[in-house]
């Protein structure tokens, strides 16, 4: 089946820290990439996708490139800010077959300190 | 405006009784979601309309029944409350079936005592 594999957390780093997030995955077919990032007391946004292998989503300093070799969707951001503080989300979705809706993994939460 | 509202935010009841959350989009999006997270975060896909038609149905108690009176409303019922059902429960939308860009509420926190 399919499945999306993120590193536990909690993740805690002073402001200006680089991350990295890790995420790996298992799916049938191609998979097209998600993260999604959850603020305190909010619903989940839609952070960056990649959709093919070798592709990088990025948007508020965060990116992530699809590997397919290595089958991860690493998310990074050279320095964080204290308003970067979430719960983060990779997630994947196939293209065909019975099983096509998004599936998420089980969320890293990031605390960024000051 | 909001995009995706849901109501109530907060839920706290006693197990046995029933409840509705109501979810609305603004967003003229045709597919409509409701997801479940519980304590750990952890995010489980209930079920999905389109254009009012139920197009997923995960392993879900009999005991939750989504409605869709148009393609713009998606409420969920819960009969007979157990402890288990403390949750977040989230409702999304998006532009079509099977995309990955979804559009979430802010959730509806339900606690059962």
């Known amino acids: 089946g399919n499945s999306v594999t993120q590193m536990e957390g909690p993740v805690t780093l002073s402001e200006e820290a680089f991350l990295t997030i890790n995420c790996t995955y298992t799916?049938?077919?191609?998979?097209?990439l998600f993260w999604y990032v959850q603020y305190p007391g909010e619903g989940l946004q839609l952070l960056l996708k990649?959709?093919?292998?070798?592709d990088k989503g990025s948007n508020k300093g965060f990116e992530a490139t699809y590997r397919k070799e290595t089958t991860s969707f690493h998310l990074e951001k050279g320095s964080v800010q204290v308003s970067d503080s979430a719960v983060y989300f990779c997630?994947?979705?196939?293209?065909?077959?019975?099983?096509?809706?998004?599936?998420f993994g089980s969320g890293t939460q990031l605390t960024v300190l000051p | 405006d909001t995009a995706v509202s849901q109501t109530p935010k907060y839920l706290v009841t006693q197990m046995g009784n029933d409840k509705s959350i109501k979810c609305e989009q603004n967003?003229?999006?045709?597919?409509m979601y409701w997801y479940k997270q519980d304590s750990k975060k952890f995010l489980k896909i209930m079920f999905s309309?389109?254009?009012?038609?139920?197009?997923i149905n995960e392993t879900v108690p009999n005991r939750f029944s989504p409605k869709s009176p148009d393609k713009a409303h998606l409420n969920l019922h819960i009969n007979s409350l157990e402890l288990g059902d403390s949750a977040v429960y989230f409702c999304?939308?998006?532009?079509?079936?099977?995309?990955?860009?979804?559009?979430f509420g802010e959730g509806s926190r339900l606690t059962v005592l």
């Open positions: 999304a939308s998006s532009q079509a079936t099977y995309t990955g860009e979804l559009f």
């Open positions: 799916a049938t077919g191609y998979p097209s």
């Open positions: 990649a959709t093919k292998a070798d």
């Open positions: 997630a994947l979705r196939i293209s065909s077959g019975s099983a096509r809706q998004l599936t």
């Open positions: 967003l003229g999006h045709d597919t």
């Open positions: 309309y389109n254009n009012k038609e139920l197009i």
